[in-house]
């Protein structure tokens, strides 16, 4: 098997194992889980190299861009069925009104909500509307 195909197939099967944990990661309680794909994935992009503050209201339905080629951050306009056919949106419906900060950067472990890693270099060197290389 030629080098090139193996590193494919390996990067392929880490992807994979990435994207598994970052679903396992997730609360259950106020996340569908059957709607979300993964953060991170090969075709989700760097929306924002910082968070989206947002007022979210008890009850009421919200559906997360997963996949970064929204025009409505952080929030899905349905652009991925096109640009990440792959990834879907994360529904999620809040327990308690609050003020929040929702990932601009698609690489949180804490979908939909920031957990720092726009800070990290792979983030903020990587371009806006691109995957990061980690
Ligand atoms: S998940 Fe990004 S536009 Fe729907």
């Not at 392929?12 to 309680?29: E, I, K, V, Y």
């Not at 096109?82 to 929040?100: D, N, Q, R, V, W």
């Not at 690489?107 to 720092?116: A, I, M």
């Amino acid at each position: 098997m030629p080098a090139l195909r193996r590193t494919g197939l390996l990067l392929q099967s880490l992807a994979g194992s990435f994207a598994r944990l970052l679903r396992a990661q997730l609360p259950s309680t106020t996340l569908q889980r059957r709607t979300y794909s993964a953060a991170l994935t090969a075709q989700s992009v760097v929306a924002a190299k910082h968070p989206f503050q947002v007022n979210l209201e008890a009850g009421k339905k919200y559906a997360w861009c997963a996949c970064g080629h929204s025009k409505n951050q952080p929030f899905c306009d349905g652009s991925h069925r096109k640009a990440a056919p792959k990834i879907s949106s994360l529904k999620f419906k809040p327990e308690e009104t609050k003020e929040a900060w929702l990932c601009g950067c698609k690489c949180t472990k804490n979908p939909p909500y920031c957990d720092g890693t726009h800070k990290e270099d792979f983030v903020q060197k990587a371009d806006l509307g691109c995957h990061p290389q980690l």
